[in-house]
């Protein structure tokens, strides 16, 4: 594996005037394939920054190993470690242009003119910088500032290229722009990627791999896909896009299909990993997959009555009074619209049901 953290934790002297210890990173393992993107996600305060810390070097780890190449990094201090990072707040020099900026990293080194120049012009036709070498900070836009201090953590050519939070300082549209840019980058140079972000769309967008974290621990990883369609638990579930949580009970269940209880209803939906008959369970669906329906089912459908409709343009936002302690949010398009009052009938479909473990 190109990059490991082994058993990562890092803990940090409590600010309080009690005595002890806060733990930032909790015993996180992660082995990460080299041209891999992998996005560190989770809200803040969680130790998903902490840990991009840990790897750069900007702080070292209460115990645990980083291991870059096969070669041992935990103590190792930044400027050996043959990585670059993007900060949140860009962290271009004010009194330095573009190509200044742009070959600082390289002065450093003490390469050839020629060189610095030849990797600099390539680095900048790259980031769409061409023709701004001579620039100040601010007389550019929030987008190309970010590409200044992209283009600068690129034309070092580090093994690891890590991202603070990069796009969270500019607008919504720049910002989708600029994650297919970076994304597009990245898998032309092939270069390995973590990405530090709250944003679970940007996650989702960007990513090989996801690293949910919650509480300095590591709650789940994989692929967008299983991340969000299959979630571990209800943090991640609520936290990775819209949720509804039905507390049920496991009736029966065979390799193929379980039958819960939830709502005083029938719900068939596909089996889990370590059911128990008796087992008290959540189900779990995603807003926009239940729908409203006429006919009558034994399974998978509920009564209720409207309690809020809230139109969003291509669809409505509803929520569904169940009983007096369940309320569900569904979404739905605005070719049929109902009101506040409505009584309605919800369809669960079985194959969009998820089975989550309670916590």
Not at 39 to 59: M, V, W
Not at 177 to 195: C, S, V, W
Not at 344 to 353: G, N, S
């Amino acid at each position: 594996m190109y990059l490991t953290l082994d058993h990562l934790t890092k803990k940090f002297p409590a600010r309080s005037k009690q005595a002890g210890e806060v733990t930032a990173v909790d015993d996180v393992s992660l082995e990460i394939e080299k041209g891999e993107f992998v996005t560190l996600l989770g809200p803040s305060g969680c130790g998903k920054t902490t840990t991009l810390r840990l790897i750069a070097g900007f702080e070292f780890p209460t115990s645990g190993r980083i291991i870059l190449a096969g070669q041992r990094l935990d103590d190792v201090p930044p400027n050996r470690r043959d990585m670059a990072m993007v900060f949140q707040s860009y962290a271009i020099f004010p009194h330095l242009n573009v190509l200044e900026n742009i070959t600082y990293g390289l002065r450093i080194k003490k390469l050839a003119a020629a060189e610095i120049r030849r990797k600099a012009d390539e680095v900048m036709k790259l980031t769409q910088l061409t023709g701004l070498e001579d620039r100040a900070p601010n007389q550019l836009s929030g987008g190309q500032q970010q590409r200044v201090a992209l283009a600068r953590a690129l034309v070092v050519e580090p093994k690891v290229l890590l991202f603070d939070e990069p796009l969270s300082n500019l607008d919504a549209k720049l910002r989708e722009e600029m994650r297919f840019e970076i994304r597009d980058l990245q898998k032309r140079l092939g270069i390995t990627a973590i990405y530090v972000t709250h944003a679970q769309e940007e996650a989702l967008v960007m990513s090989d791999r996801i690293a949910i974290i919650h509480q300095g621990k590591l709650a789940q990883l994989g692929t967008p896909e299983e991340i969000y369609e299959r979630p571990r638990s209800r943090f991640v579930a609520d936290f990775i896009g819209l949720s509804d949580f039905i507390s049920a009970r496991v009736e029966s269940f065979d390799e193929r299909a379980a039958q819960v209880s939830a709502a005083n209803a029938v719900f068939s939906v596909p089996t889990t990993a370590g059911l128990a008959t008796g087992q008290s369970i959540l189900l779990h669906i995603r807003p926009y997959d239940i729908e409203f329906v006429d006919f009558r089912a034994d399974k998978n459908v509920l009564a209720g009555t409207v309690k809020q409709a809230t139109y969003l343009g291509n669809i409505v936002d509803y929520r569904v009074a169940i009983s007096e302690h369940l309320d569900l949010r569904v979404q739905s398009d605005t070719f049929h619209r109902y009101a506040p009052g409505d009584r309605v009938r919800l369809h669960l479909p079985t194959e969009r049901c998820h089975l989550i473990a309670e916590e």
